[in-house]
């Protein structure tokens, strides 16, 4: 199970979050959203759920599951 949700749709692609993740688990993916960004996916094999990337994206896309 994934540790992160995206909400995606908030999403401005600014990579914050990609430079930011200790475990270099965020990379930007291929689908645009509604707002024309390129939004990000995580890998969960090497998410460890440390929060960082919550902390960090100013627009409160990620959130930390559990
Ligand atoms: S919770 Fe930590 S390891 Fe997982 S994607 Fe966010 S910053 Fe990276
Ligand atoms: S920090 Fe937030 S807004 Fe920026 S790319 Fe990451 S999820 Fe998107």
Same mark, same amino acid.
């Given at each position: 199970?994934? /540790?992160?949700?995206?909400?995606?749709? #908030?999403?401005?692609?600014?990579?914050?979050?990609? #430079? %930011?993740? &200790?475990? /270099?688990?965020?990379?930007?993916? @291929? @689908?645009?959203? @509604? /707002?024309?960004? /390129?939004?990000?996916?995580?890998?969960? %094999?090497?998410?460890?759920?440390?929060?960082?990337?919550?902390?960090?994206? &100013?627009?409160?896309?990620? @959130?930390? %599951?559990?």
């Amino acid at each position: 199970m994934s /540790k992160v949700s995206i909400d995606r749709k #908030r999403c401005k692609g600014c990579g914050i979050c990609i #430079r %930011e993740c &200790p475990k /270099k688990a965020i990379s930007f993916g @291929e @689908e645009l959203n @509604e /707002k024309g960004y /390129k939004t990000v996916i995580i890998d969960d %094999e090497k998410c460890v759920g440390c929060g960082v990337c919550y902390h960090m994206c &100013p627009d409160c896309v990620l @959130e930390l %599951e559990g």
